[in-house]
């Protein structure tokens, strides 16, 4: 079994059972990677005299070793409708978003945007994804495909809705039902490969009580799938879901169905109540906080503060489509403002906590990923701690704790920060050569 050696700065932070935030931080640290995973992880004058040969170790000198990115909530399609003028939800969706959708309905057209956004997830640092797809199985296909071509732990799955939707994304509940347990079997879990499936309604509201059912029974029937859906994004989507459905709790839809458990992940969850909040973190379901999102749409500010005091696991978001960026650097740094407008504070160490152990958390795979415990799947990534921009290079300078150098990478860091990206313990990415 071939062994390899990374050295570098290395943080990462553990599971815990209290509130505390507790990591593990290696001024000179060193990895060691077998068959794919972390065989151990150390301080490198422990490892320094067991090495025969030291020029086997990838030093990177000026490198922060990190645990890669994991961004909980994204949208395949929502890529080439990045920027289009939005001035709230659902006009946004009705005038670009389900255009764009019905262009993944083009095979050709769907593989090559599966292949662009991993691309891009590579280029800015994140190795796992849950990522709403389309309707069209073929179009999960080419995202599984572009995921396994790299062995990435993925998730996604075929979007399903029954109403309120234009007519090219409607289908009968039955064939909603049939398609995803094809695809469920074809992928979900696929030998030699990372990939996951999720249920994926889109929401509430083009959903109907019988397309549930279908869902309820795929979920019994597959009992460890993902579910990947939304809930209260904004105040107008909350009041339309009590309308059509009667109930005073939007998540009682979801529970009702038996689709709240871990790795579950809901969307935004802005105008959850506490007791909502409360009934998700004992359920050990997950919410995706999608700071760009939700100020590009000015759909609201998430309220990181209660969703800690309930205890509800909370990932970090790009959504990409409404979220304006692939780098979670950047969604950290809107991520800071939201809390401030709120008088609340995102430490720097919470934020990357956020966007990996974190998100790892909220869609239930962190026994396989999120931090780099001896054991985990070696995913991990490489920030620059010198600058990769002169602006960010003069104030590294003057930064003398670890706090503030974090701090710096996540208001003024972007992809550009990214040296390396380690995939199973492969270079997927390296900012010297581009993309693998
Ligand atoms: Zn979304």
């Known amino acids: 079994m071939q062994h390899k050696f990374i050295r570098g700065k290395i943080l990462h932070f553990l599971n815990n059972s209290n509130d505390e935030l507790d990591y593990e931080y ?31 170790v990838k030093h990177y000198t000026d490198g922060l070793i990190m645990p890669g990115f994991i961004d909980a909530h994204m949208h395949l399609a929502n890529l080439d409708a990045l920027a289009t003028p939005a001035d709230e939800l659902f006009s946004w969706l009705n005038n670009y978003i389900f255009p764009a959708e019905k262009r993944l309905s083009d095979p050709d057209y769907a593989t090559k945007i599966s292949e662009f956004f991993i691309q891009q997830m590579l280029h800015n640092g994140t190795t796992s994804a849950m990522v ?17 071509k790299r062995n990435m732990r993925l998730i996604t799955g075929k979007t399903v809705g029954d109403r309120n939707l234009p007519d090219y994304l409607l289908e009968l509940p039955e ?26 309604p889109r929401f509430v509201p083009t959903t109907t009580d019988a397309l549930f059912e279908q869902l309820s029974q795929l979920k019994i029937e597959f009992p460890d799938l993902h579910v990947h859906t939304h809930i209260s994004e904004t105040v107008k989507d909350v009041e339309w879901t009590k309308t059509l459905t009667g109930l005073s709790s939007y998540l009682s839809t979801y529970e009702k169905y038996g689709l709240v458990t871990k790795g579950t992940l809901l969307a935004h ?15 050990n379901a997950g919410v995706a906080f999608c ?15 209660k969703a800690n005091a309930c205890h509800m696991q909370v990932g970090l978001g790009s959504d990409l489509g409404a979220g304006t960026s692939f780098s979670l650097l950047q969604t950290l740094n809107e991520g800071y ?16 906590y956020l966007s990996t152990l974190g998100s790892a958390k ?41 706090e503030e150098k974090l701090l710096i990478l996540m208001m003024l860091g972007d992809e550009r920060s990214i040296c390396a990206t380690y995939v199973a313990g492969k270079m997927q990415y390296n900012r010297e050569v581009g993309i693998n």
């Open 26 to 56: 290696f001024a000179d640290g060193l990895l060691e990677i077998a068959n794919g995973h972390i065989a151990r992880i150390d301080h490198w004058h422990h490892f320094q005299d067991q090495l025969s040969d030291l020029s086997q």
């Open 132 to 148: 709403f797809n389309t309707i069209y199985s073929h179009a999960v296909d080419a995202l599984f495909n572009a995921a396994e």
């Open 269 to 283: 969850g802005i105008y959850l109540t506490e007791d909502e909040m409360q009934r998700i973190a004992k359920a």
């Open 362 to 402: 909220a869609l239930g795979i962190d026994n396989y990923v999120g931090n780099l415990e001896c054991g985990k799947e070696a995913d991990f990534i490489v920030l620059d701690l010198l600058g990769a921009t002169p602006l960010i290079k003069r104030r590294m300078s003057m930064a003398t704790t670890l």
């Open 337 to 352: 403002k939201t809390l401030r407008l709120q008088e609340q504070v995102l430490p720097a160490l919470e934020g990357f």
């Open 175 to 200: 064939a909603a039902y049939i398609e995803s347990k094809h695809l469920i079997q074809k992928w979900h879990k696929k030998p030699k490969t990372r990939l996951l499936y999720a249920i994926t």
């Open 291 to 305: 700071p760009t999102s939700n100020l590009f749409l000015g759909s609201g500010l998430f309220n990181l503060q």
